[in-house]
């Protein structure tokens, strides 16, 4: 479903993502993976154009998609959280979800604040996500778990067909962890196709369908999880050695 060819993000002599290739399969839970400063989060910034890569291709259902702008890439069907939740605090629960999911460019300014049909929506997912009771809420007044669900939820609002998590599990506590591993598991029962960068690594290896491992702005490993906790490279990598010098595909068990 998601392709990422040579992509390749520069930061003047640094090398943050370099010549970095892996595909999410439709369906699947992928999860990206690797050391701190690995270019893991670098690489999500440039598959959602959050940040322009160097150089390199992002494909998505057999289209190019890294000319594109952020919102064009999201009405294509991919939506992306951050590490830190990104809010409106004047506004309520109910309306940073109509803010953060509009993708249908100016005309959106002449109608209502909310629609009937847009307010329905936010409604059934802040059920799905069990915080209905917070939708009037101003977002200041919420808990950090609480904005981060209220991130996941105006996640969905654009009906994605792939949604990229940043580190959903960072920060909060394990009882609310609980719970995002059950929505991001119902979700993908329902056929949403889920790439996530995590460094829980019992989160990431009881989730995920397959692993993708990055080491100093490269892919060094991918497979199912079971093969690579176990690559010499990928432990290489977590526990200290030199740069690796090639791209590794771990054939699956």
């Known amino acids: ?123 059934e997912i802040l059920d799905f996500l069990g915080i209905t009771r917070l939708a009037h809420e101003e977002t200041r007044s919420l808990s950090y778990g609480q904005k981060k669900l209220m991130d996941f939820a105006a996640l969905l609002m654009s009906d994605p067909k792939i949604i990229l998590l940043d580190e959903p599990a960072g920060g909060v506590n394990p009882r609310l962890l609980e719970e995002v591993v059950g929505h991001i598991r119902k979700l993908n029962e329902r056929g949403l196709t889920v790439l996530i960068v995590e460094h829980n690594m019992e989160l990431v290896m009881s989730l995920s369908h397959k692993v993708v491992v990055m080491a100093h702005g490269q892919v060094i490993a991918q497979g199912p999880p079971s093969v690579v906790q176990t690559d010499p490279l990928v432990l290489e990598a977590y526990l200290g050695g030199a740069a690796p010098v090639a791209d590794k595909e771990v054939a699956h068990a």
């Open 1 to 123: 479903m998601l392709e990422v060819r040579s992509l390749c993000k520069h930061f003047g002599g640094i090398r943050a993502v370099d010549e970095c290739s892996f595909t999410v399969e439709r369906g699947k839970i992928t999860a990206l993976i690797g050391p701190n400063g690995a270019g893991k989060t670098t690489a999500f910034n440039c598959i959602s154009k959050t940040l322009a890569p160097t150089s390199g291709e992002v494909w998505l259902e057999g289209e190019r998609i890294d000319h594109l702008r952020a919102h064009a890439i999201t009405r294509r069907g991919l939506s992306r959280t951050f590490q830190i939740t990104r809010n409106l605090e004047d506004l309520t629960v109910l309306e940073n979800l109509a803010v953060q999911s509009r993708v249908v460019g100016l005309k959106a300014l002449f109608g209502p604040a909310i629609g009937r049909q847009e307010r329905e929506k936010a409604f």
